[in-house]
């Protein structure tokens, strides 16, 4: 997933929750211009932990994943991964 797909689906997640950008900058200590940024695709880099931080405000996280289109079995496994 590349940093434009995250901003994008990052600003979904905030919008759902009714959140603004400044309350979410509040929170995760994220400039507001950058979020902004983030959100629209017009940042290059933003660091993981300031992504990490951003997406744990609503229970997400990021986790490395396999670039190939996954098998079935591949699926299950990551279904019953421990959580």
Same mark, same amino acid.
């Given at each position: 997933?590349?940093? #434009?797909?995250?901003?994008?689906?990052?600003?979904?997640?905030?919008?759902?929750?009714?959140? /603004? #950008? #400044?309350? !979410?900058?509040?929170?995760?200590? !994220? @400039? &507001? =211009?950058?979020? /902004? &940024?983030?959100? /629209?695709? &017009?940042? =290059?880099?933003?660091?993981? /932990?300031? !992504?990490?931080?951003?997406?744990?405000?609503?229970?997400?996280?990021?986790?490395?994943?396999?670039?190939?289109?996954?098998?079935? @079995? @591949?699926? !299950?496994?990551?279904?019953?991964?421990? #959580?």
């Amino acid at each position: 997933m590349t940093l #434009q797909e995250l901003g994008t689906q990052f600003a979904g997640l905030r919008k759902a929750n009714g959140h /603004s #950008q #400044q309350q !979410v900058a509040a929170m995760s200590g !994220v @400039d &507001r =211009t950058a979020i /902004s &940024r983030f959100e /629209s695709g &017009r940042i =290059t880099e933003l660091g993981f /932990s300031k !992504v990490e931080r951003l997406f744990a405000l609503y229970g997400m996280e990021l986790a490395p994943r396999s670039r190939k289109t996954p098998t079935l @079995d @591949d699926l !299950v496994r990551e279904r019953e991964w421990p #959580q």
